[in-house]
């Protein structure tokens, strides 16, 4: 089992303890915590899997199990991404497995780029998304609660599948569709026409950082990927979750907690997204110093867009400002001393 | 031979999910699907493992014959370019899985291939449940099929596990879209 991954199914459990937390209706509250168990339960069937093809297999009966939930999308265009995700990491899996012609291992090495592209749902493959669909049902499901985790899973599985020199287009290929992330995602969530739209562009957004992260294959770039997956799960997750009610009544408000949130999804210090990107920079300049100067050009756009998310989160009061007071104090932690994190995660 | 009977098998069974609307269309080309599945991963995966593909195939095909729009339904009105990817995707897997791959289990590597690029073309294309639930059914079971590349034994678990996806995604309760 990977340590990172083991990692991410603790905070993806105690993501769900906040979602409880914050959530608006009793009623939601319920099915919320039986999905959210499902889910949890499923992640660490993903991460506990001895193979790759089992990982997969239970990728897809969760992927079934998802697309089966109530919900305002069809069965059919929820199931589409999972589905080709599983498909093309089976393929990719057999084309580095199998000998032959040269090409295989880079075609191997971009199939597993897009197959995890697609199962996590990020660009240039996006699932259709309904504003008032539930979170539970909704894409942010795979990008926020079981993506995170199950990339973990792919990412070294896949270096364990290539031979160095496809390893090396593997991490080219990542690098790529995350920096087209980052871009979109961050100019989307500051442009899209509904703040419900520009909190699932901001997810994609970060999946970006995450993507490069991975991409890096330095260690650097992976204790960066583990840091952005962690404000993904235990940051911008909750806050979302925080956000619903005010977002559906189109309040915004600007008192200091939405700014204190704003610069928390931003990345500023001193919130888990600082060290992150520094991780990412540091290891961006050791591999090739060009890409840190795209990268740290990228990370500019994450400013307007959430200084729009943090204003739509209302005035946070009860339970809910406890909720949102929990993650703040969690990202300001990491992000001050990140070490416990990356220890536990051997990394 | 038996593996060159059953790679065509799975070929054709993917083809017919393919090129069928009916619910008898769809549960036919499950069964021919599953059976040649079965039969290619005899050699890699083993009886129980075999048997195990062939059982999930049978249970998501019975199921298929009550649930989806009546009767046959293949090849309707319109289904040429279904025909045309089904005739090009088994010669692309059969020219990939034997000239450009080389080893052992050749059938196995086309089968793989062409089911998965078959069905996966279906169930992203379609709209309709129970469609895409038969595509994923079959999906499923080559997916396992694909452990059987691997270097190390994949034991028997990734076969139960999908002809449970097989057999029990067939009678997941779907519920129709609420509208807003």
Request: overall charge positive.
């Amino acid at each position: 089992m990977q340590p990172e991954a083991v990692e991410l199914v603790a905070f993806a459990a105690v993501a769900l303890v906040l979602a409880l937390l914050v959530a608006q209706p009793a009623a939601s509250r319920r099915s919320l915590l039986l999905r959210g168990v499902v889910g949890l339960a499923g992640t660490a069937a993903v991460v506990a899997a001895p193979t790759f093809d089992l990982a997969l297999l239970v990728l897809l009966a969760i992927a079934i199990l998802h697309s089966a939930i109530d919900a305002r999308r069809t069965f059919a265009a929820r199931v589409h991404l999972p589905v080709l995700g599983v498909g093309l990491l089976t393929l990719a899996a057999l084309f580095a497995r199998v000998s032959g012609a040269e090409v295989l291992e880079r075609f191997a090495a971009v199939g597993l780029a897009a197959g995890l592209a697609a199962l996590v749902g990020v660009l240039p493959y996006i699932h259709t998304f309904d504003p008032d669909e539930p979170v539970s049902s909704s894409p942010v499901a795979w990008l926020a609660y079981i993506g995170p985790a199950a990339a973990v899973v792919v990412v070294a599985d896949a270096q364990g599948l290539l031979a160095a020199d496809a390893g090396a287009a593997f991490g080219a290929s990542l690098v790529g569709i995350g920096l087209l992330n980052m871009v979109w995602g961050s100019v989307a969530a500051w442009l899209t026409e509904t703040t419900a739209a520009a909190w699932r562009y901001s997810f994609i957004a970060d999946w970006g950082l995450a993507l490069c992260g991975f991409g890096i294959t330095l260690a650097d770039g992976k204790r960066a990927a583990l840091v952005v997956l962690f404000s993904i799960v235990l940051g911008r997750l909750p806050l979302y979750f925080a956000s619903r009610e005010a977002v559906k009544q189109k309040v915004v408000t600007e008192r200091p907690i939405n700014l204190l949130v704003a610069a928390a999804l931003a990345g500023s210090a001193p919130f888990a997204g600082f060290s992150a990107r520094v991780l990412l920079l540091r290891g961006a300049t050791q591999l090739y110093w060009p890409l840190a100067l795209v990268l740290a050009a990228g990370m500019l756009l994450w400013l307007p867009a959430s200084l729009r998310l943090g204003r739509s989160l209302g005035v946070p009061r009860g339970r809910h400002a406890l909720g949102v007071a929990a993650v703040l104090a969690l990202n300001v932690a990491v992000g001050l001393y990140p070490l416990p994190l990356l220890a536990a995660a051997r990394l | 031979m038996v593996e060159g009977a059953g790679a065509f098998l799975a070929w054709l069974g993917a083809a017919l999910v393919v090129l069928s609307d009916g619910r008898r269309g769809l549960a036919l080309g499950t069964f021919v699907a599953a059976a040649g599945i079965a039969l290619v991963s005899f050699s890699t995966a083993g009886p129980a493992a075999s048997a195990a593909l062939g059982l999930g195939g049978l249970i998501a095909g019975v199921r298929r014959l009550t649930t989806g729009r009546p009767g046959w339904a293949i090849m309707p009105a319109g289904s040429t370019p279904r025909l045309v990817l089904c005739v090009a995707g088994g010669l692309v897997a059969l020219w990939v899985g034997l000239t450009v791959m080389s080893g052992d289990d050749a059938g196995l590597r086309f089968t793989v291939i062409a089911v998965i690029g078959l069905t996966g073309a279906r169930a992203l294309g379609s709209e309709d449940t129970p469609t895409v639930l038969t595509a994923v059914a079959v999906l499923a079971l080559a997916v396992a099929a694909a452990a059987g590349l691997g270097a190390d034994h994949p034991g028997l678990a990734p076969y139960g596990l999908a002809a449970a996806i097989a057999a029990i995604s067939s009678w997941v309760p779907i519920r129709t879209p609420r509208a807003a």
